[in-house]
């Protein structure tokens, strides 16, 4: 058994999820834990060169197939190098994205391919999360702030508000399935009050 706990933050693009994650880092390190702070897809140097092969190019450059096994393998190299080891020496990882963001992502290009993201989980990775933030907000906010970031990695933000719909359904289901791990943020409100709602979970979780 691991000592260490993982915590992730999810939600659609924009949402917020990656400026939450650092405010919780940075609240638990400030009380004296190991904190390891690293995201998905990336998070070891194998990852983040499957991550480029991911979030560049067209919309239509990977199969939905094709798609879920690089991101299992960009998290089963980022299980091995950064978080398993981590949870060995008893830190607290935070990822920004985790293996709910292949359930739904890929999930909501084709319902029927959850089933197969959930056979290469249980196959490679098999461990969920000890807690899981999901970010939930209004998607057409939400699209508007990933779009303006303009960060050269669109391929996802590409696929446009009606997959954006899909993907918010998907984590709110997800949250509805698995209560005891997820919690659902209202990310519609300023980003300090947000980080309060989180930081007091994850320290009612310790
Ligand atoms: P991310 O770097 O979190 O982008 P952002 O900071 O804009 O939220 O993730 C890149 C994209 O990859 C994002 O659109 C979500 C998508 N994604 C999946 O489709 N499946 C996955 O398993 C993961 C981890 C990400």
Redesign the pocket.
Known sequence: MNAGRLITFEGM???G??TQSRLLAESLESKGLDIVLT????GSPGAEEIRRL??EGPPERWSAET?ILL?TAA?RDHMEKTIRPALDRGATVIS????D??RV??GAARRELRALVDRFHDAVIGRDPDLTFIIDMDPSEALRR?LE?D?G?R???EMGQGFQDRVREGFRALARDNPERCHLIDGDRDTEAIAREISRIAGRNT
């Open positions: 693009d924009g949402c999820k990656s995201r998905e897809p990336g991911l979030v798609e991101f998290r920004d994205r985790f293996a963001s292949t992502y890929q990933g970031r960060s990695e391929r996802f933000e």
